[in-house]
């Protein structure tokens, strides 16, 4: 309910409300069980669609989809409204869509693998450092050979490609178990018997069709259904962060608005966290502290203010806190620790008044408009305007009909992608595609006139040929569909045979053996044989292969820069060992008798010749000269 612009969330001393610019920087609404949580959940909820906000609940009991009616007076709402000192009060509904992973009680919410991510993949799976980094290496693989990983068969079939090229990978991409793969597979198989094959695949959820407004305005509510998706933790709290991851990512910048754009209800939060790795948990953090800046809002709804890690904690400025109970030593210490965290106020002590509570009262503290939390006040909180409790099935379905987004999502589509790439079923259907005026489809039993006779390829020709088999004990029985060739009509231009293609079999000189290949056969008029048909381009060749291509080229290239490398660098050390080997010849010349005499004979010699001269040059200068006996002459 709106009060002069703000969410009006409760009566204390005085009315309290929640800022709409200070919105964005999420809240905390905790309590223990029946104090009144899902009702302070309402009140804001309704309060940010009055004001033209989308907001997202996760329904974990099923009592919030009483949003799409309007909420029934009785006695015990009107003394609530008495004494909140509402007068204008007015029961009504309020525009939801209903969403179920499932797709049983909503529409259905779908993530591709790829979007989705190793890391929060791995979570959900349960995996090991190990396996995780396994994980990612198939991602990495997937993403170089260009196979799109869309639902489970495709992380299947990537699961059961890496592991088979094992070795192929390892220099590239690091070692990759047989037994980390082999855990994978059975993870992602219990993964699959709770539903998680629902889940992914397409069309994917856009994250805009969460952020409607109704034609007064009014921002649409999106109710997940979550008490099936709650009887798996893990699969429920990582949804939860990849939609936040899935915000982070898509919207822009704001910095500070009006009013947030959106806002997200995470009830039972604590689930979030189990089990959560340090680095999971620092990219929560992290989107937490940096998504306020989108213009989201994020409020987390749970019993104990202590199930939420005190990196986050510290982060929800907007608090709800309903009555805990100190039944042992840990509860009062977890209620000493809820009450330190409020701002005080000398009216009365709040580790007392937490305890004290009666259900639907709440000590609430807001941020005012400097941002700074207000002073707590004890407030009994507002009564919802929608209905309390769950609607019919009958209900439901009729908001799940007439919801715009009816029909969007409903309808899976399998594209190809790294499934259908392995596994060859883009290429069996490529065979069927056809054109109609030529070619018709005939599930009539084919006479075969040779059963053991193929065309198989001739490396001496160079030609296919056909060529009986006799090592094979059986002839093959087609079991699809066979396509017939009809003749094509008479006419003054040439018409281009029909291009198929046709399993062949090709003899393989380094195994000595025949083995099937898919080809591109085209019928020759002239003697009513299939051809092959050579490709006239690259575009004949495939993504992946002409990637494969690429990156052996690229192995080459650098195998041929690392080998002239090494002849260098094996130049310059035998260049080395020459020298070195020059001065130890020359030391061993000096350290020999001879070597000695004569190094002692030079070394006289050069002695004298110096005395001789610097004598001369001395004798010059003074007048006298100085023998060699060290006497003046004459």
């Known amino acids: ?20 610019q200070m919105a964005n920087r999420h809240g905390l609404i905790a309590g223990a069980t029946g104090t009144g949580k899902t009702v302070s959940l309402k009140v804001l909820a309704e309060g940010f669609s009055e004001m033209g906000v989308p907001v997202f609940l996760s329904d974990v009991k099923g009592d919030l989809s009483g949003m799409v009616r309007p909420g029934e007076h009785s006695d015990k709402l009107a003394s609530r409204l008495a004494a909140c000192g509402v007068t204008n009060f007015q029961y009504k509904a309020f525009p939801t869509v209903f969403w179920d992973v499932y797709g049983a009680e909503g529409h259905p919410v779908r993530a591709t693998i790829s979007e989705m991510g190793p890391m929060l993949l791995s979570r959900m799976l349960g995996l090991n450092d190990t396996q995780a980094g396994v994980l990612n290496i198939l991602f990495r693989v997937a993403d170089d050979e260009g196979m799109l990983l869309l639902d489970v068969k495709d992380l299947k079939a990537m699961l059961a490609y890496v592991g088979e090229h ?37 069309p994917a959820l856009n994250i805009a069709d969460w952020m409607q407004l109704d034609e007064d305005g009014r921002g649409v509510i999106n109710i997940l259904a979550a008490d099936k998706l709650f009887n798996n933790p893990v699969m429920y709290s990582t949804f939860m962060l990849w939609m936040l991851s899935e915000l982070y990512e898509l919207l822009p910048e704001q910095g500070d608005l009006e009013k947030p754009r959106m806002v997200f209800f995470f009830d039972e939060a604590h689930l979030l966290f189990n089990h959560c790795s340090k680095t999971l948990l620092e990219k929560v953090e992290q989107v937490v502290r940096l998504i306020r800046s989108k213009g989201v809002g994020v409020y987390f709804v749970t019993q104990n203010p202590a199930d939420i890690p005190m990196s986050i904690l510290g982060q929800l400025g907007n608090r709800i806190q309903h009555a805990l109970r100190a039944y042992t030593p840990l509860d009062v210490k977890g209620v000493k620790a809820a009450a330190q965290t409020f701002r005080t106020n000398p009216a009365f002590d709040t580790e007392e008044a937490i305890t004290n509570l009666q259900t639907g009262e709440a000590l609430v503290s807001f941020l005012d408009a400097q941002g700074a939390p207000g002073m707590v006040e004890k407030a009994t909180i507002l009564p919802p305007e929608s209905y309390m409790g769950a609607v019919s099935e009958q209900v439901r379905q009729t908001v799940i009909e007439t919801s715009p987004l009816h029909g969007v999502y409903e309808q899976v589509v399998d594209r190809v992608s790294a499934y259908e790439m392995l596994c060859g079923a883009f290429k069996k259907e490529q065979a069927a595609q056809v054109a109609p005026a030529q070619v018709q489809v005939s599930t009539a039993q084919p006479e075969i006139s040779k059963p053991q006779s193929f065309m198989v390829y001739d490396p001496a020709t160079g030609g296919y040929v056909s060529r009986s088999l006799p090592q094979m004990s059986a002839p093959v029985q087609p079991s699809a569909p066979v396509l017939q060739v009809e003749e094509p009509a008479p006419a003054a231009q040439p018409v281009q045979p029909a291009m198929q293609q046709m399993p062949v079999m ?26 092959a048909v050579q490709p006239q381009s690259a575009a004949a060749v495939s993504p992946a292969a002409a990637a494969r291509a690429e990156k052996e080229a690229e192995k080459q290239r650098k195998a041929a820069e690392k080998a002239e490398k090494e002849r ?7 260049r080395a060992d020459e020298l070195r080997e020059e ?41 006298k000269r100085r023998g060699y006996g060290g006497g003046d002459s004459g």
Do not use: H
């Open 568 to 574: 260098i660098a094996e130049e310059r050390r035998q």
């Open 166 to 202: 094992a070795k192929e990978y390892t220099l590239d991409y690091g070692n990759v178990s047989q037994a980390s793969v082999g855990a994978i597979q059975r993870a992602v198989a219990v993964l699959e018997d709770q539903g998680g094959d629902l889940f992914f695949g397409e």
């Open 1 to 20: 309910m709106l009060y002069d612009g703000k969410i009006w969330a409760g009566t204390g001393d005085k009315a309290v409300c929640l800022l709409p």
């Open 583 to 623: 001065r130890a010849e020359r030391a061993r010349r000096n350290d020999s008798v001879l070597g000695r005499m004569k190094n002692t004979a030079i070394a006289t010699v050069s002695r004298e010749v110096t005395r001789t001269l610097t004598r001369g040059l001395l004798g010059g200068l003074t007048g």
């Open 506 to 531: 090709v003899f393989d000189p380094t195994t000595g053996q025949y083995i099937q290949k898919m080809m591109t056969m085209q019928l020759d008029p002239a003697t009513g044989n299939y051809v």
